[in-house]
């Protein structure tokens, strides 16, 4: 199924909705060691903020995800019965496993930057799980993933890299 045909989500009465990331640039101090000199708290002098601009947001957010190392979205669009395959290991004792189909059941969102649609918590309805998982205030075989941070390079148009 292409769940971006929209003919196909008109037949199923479903409709996309648009999710957004909430990008910072990389502070200058992180990965450094305990051993550093340079005290953890001074920002690159030449910003004063891991803030972006809304311009440069934009541009993240309408590059595709081959342009950001470990190829995360930027945007993500989804629609409830939207086949989905978990990538981590979240929680194996409940089946979350790396590899493990479902389909969306809902999601929580929030208003983030610039008005954009965050996704908070994504409750995916497993497919075939090995056991029968049952989280309280869920249905049977739904559990919830929750976002994450995940530091990234990306580069952008003008083939400048820059670490989100």
């Not at 648009?18 to 060691?33: A, C, M, N, Q």
């Amino acid at each position: 199924m292409n769940w971006e045909s929209n003919s196909l989500l008109a037949e199923n009465g479903q409709t996309l909705t648009t999710f957004y990331s909430i990008d910072r640039l990389k502070d200058p101090d992180d990965g450094r060691g305990k051993n550093s000199r340079r005290p953890k708290s001074i920002v690159d002098p030449v910003r004063k903020t891991n803030v972006m601009s809304h311009h440069l947001q934009t541009l993240l957010w309408n590059q595709p995800p081959a342009s950001c190392s470990k190829h995360v979205a930027a945007k993500l669009s989804l629609c409830v019965g939207m086949p989905v395959m978990l990538k981590f290991n979240e929680a194996t004792e409940c089946c979350m496993t790396k590899g493990a189909q479902g389909t969306v059941a809902g999601w929580h969102s929030s208003e983030g930057p610039a008005g954009k649609t965050i996704l908070e918590t994504l409750f995916v309805r497993l497919t075939d799980p090995p056991k029968t998982i049952k989280i309280d205030g869920l249905e049977e075989n739904v559990v919830p993933i929750t976002r994450r941070t995940t530091a990234v390079k990306c580069t952008l148009p003008n083939d400048d890299d820059l670490s989100v």
